[in-house]
């Protein structure tokens, strides 16, 4: 294994950024784990050295577990070697599956979806339709004139006067009226709950 504890923290700090493969992170992590194994198992036949032997015995068991730590950095090797395989075929996988959706966003479209997209526009289903923008612009021009219609209101009447029914409604209907000639010709009101 030839990366080291420093490449390695980097790289893992890295993998958050969301531009990696899910199984190249994966690959990291187990990169990652497989060293700290190998250290620790490092440190343990080094910590041999100071281990003082008085006899045949004690430095036949010194030299067991040596063999067997030598042992347990092969076997973590080996199985961060098994794993790899399998991170190879996950790593395709997944790249395979990224351009595969690459290629299908990138095919001509046929005149149906074509026609889908714009229905879909005029809707204004997607963020930013043209009846979106029609219906904002719209909103914007009724609320001047009502300002404007309760302005003049105001102004033509004197503070104390009381309102009858009849000119009420005249004030409504002058106001509806108001309201249908911002609205384009043939535009029907209608609600669409998505």
Partial sequence: MNISWDQTSSILRRMNSGSMLKSTQDRLERQSQTQ????????QKDNLKNVACGSIEEIAEKLKMFQSYEDQIAAVKAAYNNQQMFH???ESTERGEKIAEAVDNMAPKTPEERMEE??????G???GGEL??????????????TEEMAEELEEALPEN????????????AAA???QK????EGYLPFDIRL
């Fill in 176 to 178: 509806e009226a108001a």
């Fill in 88 to 90: 190879i075929l996950d």
């Fill in 181 to 184: 000639e911002a609205l384009p």
């Fill in 118 to 123: 714009l229905v879909e526009e005029a809707l």
């Fill in 132 to 145: 979106e923008e029609i219906m904002e612009e719209i909103e914007e021009v009724v609320e001047e004139m």
């Fill in 125 to 127: 289903i997607e963020d």
């Fill in 161 to 172: 006067a009381e309102l009858s029914a009849e000119e009420i409604a005249e004030a409504a």
């Fill in 36 to 43: 700290k194994q190998v250290e620790f198992f490092e440190k």
